[in-house]
């Protein structure tokens, strides 16, 4: 599944790797899903992504005087779970702890310890399962997250 971003032209043949998809901090956030993942991290410190899902959903309601359906907390934490994530993960703002399939945000300063879900779902289909799929941030509050980002954006381009 390709979740943006180029491939790098200074690749070896055969072993393409690919870029961040997104350039500069405002790509990053300009997505309301993705700001209300790293809010939820920057609020709570760990998340679940059906948590994520359901505060999102009921706030797109907001307002609307009808109350949002399971099917609306499911397309929000399927679009969660199979879109922004993994652009975050490929961003490297959320590095994936593979035994576990837990997720925390990458702190950039190597001295964060990744902090494990417990989540032992199977993900081959993008949904990680119940609400056993963490978002994990350490300390690293609002200006921290995007000093990363834009540290990582102005990296790339040099």
Do not use: W
């Amino acid at each position: 599944m390709t979740v943006g971003g180029r491939y790098r032209e200074d690749s070896p043949p055969g072993k393409r790797q690919r870029e961040p998809p997104f350039d500069t901090p405002q790509q990053m956030l300009a997505d309301h899903y993705r700001r209300g993942v790293l809010e939820a991290l920057d609020r709570e410190g760990e998340t679940s992504i059906e948590s994520v899902a359901r505060r999102l959903t009921e706030r797109d309601f907001q307002g609307s005087g009808v109350p949002p359906t399971e099917a609306d907390y499911c397309r929000t934490r399927a679009e969660l779970a199979r879109i922004h994530v993994p652009q975050l993960i490929e961003a490297g703002l959320v590095a994936r702890d593979g035994e576990r399939h837990s997720r925390n945000l990458a702190s950039g300063d190597g001295d964060d310890g990744v902090i494990s879900s417990g989540d032992t779902g199977d993900d081959r289909n993008g949904d990680s399962g119940g609400d056993s799929a963490a978002l994990l941030l350490r300390t690293g509050h609002g200006d921290r997250v995007l000093a990363s980002i834009a540290a990582r954006a102005t990296t790339r381009r040099k």
